[in-house]
């Protein structure tokens, strides 16, 4: 069958790409040791300490999110350190046995995969450690899998409570653009972001933003390392600065979305997706009314910005639903993960949004919904409807 139209893509990652920055990417490759190139990256790098609010580093890798987290693992840990990881989804557990492959000994907390962190277990944990042999305390900003948005700042203060100097290590890959996260501010050590959520890039590039703290590990790790090497990448030189050819077109492109970011104005970046997000939460909450769907998350207040987990009923897969939505009426949504495989439908929210594409991507999945025969509210996108035009800026 001939499908007319574009896609509207609601994964959580990889977004949707402006034509700005598709704009700005698109061009012949150059020289990456020429001027040109090198102004180019060394201003990007004083951009991203900026926005990322860091006194110390900002390192680049020609990786996904995955990479980001193994330069941390080496850089600020040597094998036999123990780490504490709270575990309340896939990514948090993904990222506990890639340590462990590391060498790392790995204390994990299991926790729900319906709520955030709680910040007190963190702090229960390492009030208990009076030899300091936890390193670094392991947190994701929001997981992907279930749409939790942890509390960054209160997992900081439960730390200083119990007077531990352990690191405060967050995967913002799903947070960074979207939410608030002064790492410096809240006392974070290492903030591990990604190209393809909220910064609206192609995958391909995995970032790493450092504090003094967590860069000064880096020199006393004995962990085997090269390519991941911060201390390697302060080298003057362009070429090591990227550890070998640099991604030029990435670079351009994350240069150019920064500007576009801060244009529009952070304060207002983030208003934008806590708007979008409601709007969708307005319209999951209609459509949860018979008692079939529910959110994944319990607590309303730990519903993520960047993306909406809804649970399917009992004995239904929810691929069906993600299936026809995508197949039907091309809104393509993420599938399930981990524990939650065959359990929920992901909608995500991040990026370059606006009204119009939130609300037809909710039609879509509406119609999914009753596609699929699933008990539903109806009314779920007028709700969304009605939000959007009730909170219209004056």
Not at 140 to 155: F, L, N, P, R
Not at 319 to 339: I, K
Not at 341 to 364: C, K, Q, S, Y
Request: hydrophobic letters at 45%; aromatic letters at 8%.
């Amino acid at each position: 069958m001939v499908k007319r139209g574009r896609e509207f893509l609601h994964t959580p990652g990889p977004t949707n790409i402006p034509d700005r920055l598709l704009n700005a990417m698109h061009r012949p490759a150059i020289d990456f040791a020429s001027p040109e190139f090198v102004e180019v990256a060394l201003r990007l790098f004083e951009d991203l300490k900026r926005v990322f609010q860091t006194d110390s580093e900002v390192f680049l890798y020609t990786s996904s999110g995955h990479g980001g987290w193994e330069g941390t693992f080496v850089n600020c840990f040597s094998p036999g350190d123990a780490v504490l990881l709270p575990e309340v989804g896939r990514f948090g557990r993904v990222w506990g046995d890639m340590a462990e492959r590391l060498g790392l000994e790995v204390i994990r907390v299991p926790g729900s995969w319906r709520h955030p962190i709680d910040p007190a277990v963190i702090e229960d944990c390492l009030t208990r450690d009076k030899a300091h042999r936890i390193k670094g305390v392991l947190a994701v900003h929001v997981e992907t899998a279930t749409g939790a948005h942890s509390d960054m700042k209160a997992i900081r203060a439960a730390m200083d409570a119990a007077g531990h100097p352990a690191l405060l290590i967050c995967d913002a890959i799903a947070s960074f653009g979207c939410v608030p996260l002064p790492m410096r501010d809240w006392g974070v050590d290492v903030v591990i972001a990604a190209s393809q959520k909220g910064l609206m890039l192609p995958p391909g590039l995995g970032i790493c933003a450092v504090s003094e703290k967590a860069l000064a590990a880096s020199f006393e790790s004995r962990s085997q390392m090269e390519y991941f090497s911060w201390p390697q990448r302060l080298k003057t030189e362009s070429y090591s600065r990227f550890c070998g050819t640099a991604p030029e077109h990435l670079v351009f492109g994350l240069a150019e979305s920064l500007n576009m970011l801060e244009e529009e104005g952070w304060p207002q970046v983030f208003a934008r997706h806590h708007r979008l997000a409601d709007a969708v939460r307005k319209a999951v909450e209609v459509w949860c009314q018979p008692g079939a769907l529910e959110f994944n998350i319990l607590p309303p207040e730990a519903r993520a910005d960047s993306l909406t987990v809804v649970r399917t009923p009992e004995g239904m897969n929810s691929e069906t639903v993600r299936n026809t939505a995508r197949e039907t009426f091309r809104v393509a949504m993420g599938g399930s993960l981990g524990d939650l495989t065959g359990r929920v439908f992901r909608i995500g929210h991040m990026g370059d949004l606006n009204e119009p594409m939130i609300i037809g991507a909710l039609g879509g999945v509406e119609a999914a919904l009753q596609v699929c025969q699933v008990p539903i509210g109806k009314g779920g996108v007028s709700a969304a409807v009605d939000y959007l035009a009730s909170t219209v800026a004056t």
